[in-house]
């Protein structure tokens, strides 16, 4: 009788095939191939993000050494369990960590993780909404706590989201207009500006929006709160025109990890820059959040605009498209396919 070491599965390898150049394809593998962590997980959907995207194209600050398997985000079901809390079968989910980044990720029939990275599926969710979701979701979810936390109610004015066609920012729309906002969601995509309206956007702006706003120390205070999905100088010009006592959530840096700052919107306007992280998240705040997502916060309805569902074997083609910036909304990576 084979063992489940000897257990087949198919998972994407990113390989450097030439100096600076990476593959990307779906390859077979065994068990024994993954790390010796506690859980054995059987994955059934997992997501793309912008951070599997970079992995699958060589970025080092992500992930240090190839072959590798992306994908930072799962749900899976126990195959086994050496520390005896889970039963063969339960429900599992696990996004961040180390998963996807130096761990063999997601994008695999098959996942080894560490205990302490997991929660089960909460109620009130299905496997697939919570991929539909994923890292992005939660991600959101947070922006949305730290602008509440802050003291944030839909009375105060409009709310900004940057980057609003993508995961994050899209989620962050149907969060927040779910719970009373007027949003202003801004994008490079003005096509998708339907998208966004159905997602419940007030307004959709064209990003150049903020353009003129990059030589001035402060701008007209025109948004009372808002979350910026792309970091950079959108990020600074943001901070500019908010009104007094505002503040904006940051959680991205696809624009840059940098940007040119004074302390005039933080002392004449009192202003609060709010940093969100989702990844080394402690689990039992991941739980709560991820409990809001499928309770007061849920947007299933909405979840069936933002995601699409592709295979694994079409994972190369959609990491390709979020890494030039053409992704729209989630893709949901469904194993069965």
Same mark, same amino acid.
């Given at each position: 009788?084979?063992?489940?070491?000897?257990?087949?599965?198919?998972?994407?390898?990113?390989?450097?095939?030439?100096?600076?150049?990476?593959?990307?394809?779906?390859?077979?593998?065994?068990?024994?191939?993954?790390?010796?962590?506690?859980?054995?997980?059987?994955?059934?959907?997992?997501?793309?993000?912008?951070?599997?995207?970079?992995?699958? +194209?060589?970025?080092?600050?992500?992930?240090?050494?190839?072959?590798?398997?992306?994908?930072?985000?799962?749900?899976?079901?126990?195959?086994?369990?050496?520390?005896?809390?889970?039963?063969?079968?339960?429900?599992?989910?696990?996004?961040?960590?180390?998963?996807?980044? #130096?761990?063999?990720?997601?994008?695999?029939?098959?996942?080894?993780?560490?205990?302490?990275?997991?929660?089960?599926?909460?109620?009130?969710?299905?496997?697939?909404?919570?991929?539909?979701?994923?890292?992005?979701?939660?991600?959101?979810?947070?922006?949305?706590?730290?602008?509440?936390?802050?003291?944030?109610?839909?009375?105060?004015?409009?709310?900004?989201?940057?980057?609003?066609?993508?995961?994050?920012?899209?989620?962050?729309?149907?969060?927040?207009?779910?719970?009373?906002?007027?949003?202003?969601?801004?994008?490079?995509?003005?096509?998708?500006?339907? +998208?966004?309206?159905?997602?419940?956007?007030?307004?959709?702006?064209?990003?150049?929006?903020?353009?003129? +706003?990059? #030589?001035?120390?402060?701008?007209?205070?025109?948004?009372?709160?808002?979350?910026?999905?792309?970091?950079?100088?959108?990020?600074?010009?943001?901070?500019?025109?908010?009104?007094?006592?505002?503040?904006?959530?940051?959680?991205?840096?696809?624009?840059?990890?940098?940007?040119?700052? #004074?302390?005039?919107?933080?002392?004449?306007?009192?202003?609060?820059?709010?940093?969100?992280?989702?990844?080394?998240?402690?689990?039992?705040?991941?739980?709560?959040?991820?409990?809001?997502?499928?309770?007061?916060?849920?947007?299933?309805?909405?979840?069936?605009?933002?995601?699409?569902?592709?295979?694994?074997?079409?994972?190369?083609?959609?990491?390709?498209?979020?890494?030039?910036?053409?992704?729209?909304?989630?893709?949901?990576? #469904?194993?069965?396919?």
């Amino acid at each position: 009788m084979k063992s489940i070491l000897d257990k087949e599965f198919r998972a994407i390898r990113v390989e450097e095939v030439a100096t600076g150049k990476f593959d990307q394809r779906v390859v077979t593998r065994h068990v024994r191939d993954l790390p010796a962590n506690s859980l054995l997980l059987s994955v059934s959907y997992s997501s793309l993000n912008y951070k599997d995207s970079m992995s699958a +194209f060589g970025n080092r600050s992500i992930t240090r050494e190839y072959p590798h398997t992306p994908g930072i985000d799962a749900v899976a079901s126990v195959l086994e369990d050496k520390t005896g809390a889970f039963s063969p079968g339960v429900e599992l989910l696990v996004t961040g960590y180390d998963l996807g980044m #130096n761990t063999p990720g997601g994008l695999a029939e098959v996942v080894s993780v560490p205990r302490g990275w997991v929660l089960p599926l909460p109620k009130g969710l299905s496997a697939w909404e919570s991929m539909a979701l994923g890292t992005a979701g939660l991600t959101a979810a947070l922006c949305v706590d730290r602008l509440l936390e802050a003291g944030a109610v839909p009375q105060d004015g409009e709310v900004l989201v940057t980057g609003a066609t993508g995961g994050v920012g899209s989620i962050a729309v149907a969060l927040l207009a779910n719970l009373g906002f007027r949003v202003a969601a801004v994008t490079g995509k003005l096509e998708a500006a339907d +998208f966004l309206t159905e997602l419940g956007a007030w307004k959709v702006l064209d990003r150049d929006t903020l353009a003129p +706003f990059a #030589n001035k120390a402060m701008a007209k205070p025109l948004w009372a709160w808002a979350v910026d999905t792309v970091g950079g100088e959108t990020l600074f010009n943001v901070v500019k025109s908010l009104a007094y006592g505002g503040g904006v959530a940051a959680c991205g840096m696809a624009s840059g990890a940098q940007f040119h700052a #004074n302390v005039f919107p933080f002392i004449l306007r009192g202003i609060s820059l709010l940093g969100v992280d989702s990844v080394e998240l402690p689990i039992a705040n991941k739980s709560a959040v991820w409990q809001k997502l499928a309770d007061q916060w849920y947007i299933g309805d909405k979840l069936k605009l933002i995601a699409e569902d592709i295979s694994l074997e079409q994972a190369s083609e959609f990491l390709a498209r979020l890494h030039r910036g053409h992704g729209i909304g989630r893709y949901v990576v #469904n194993m069965a396919l």
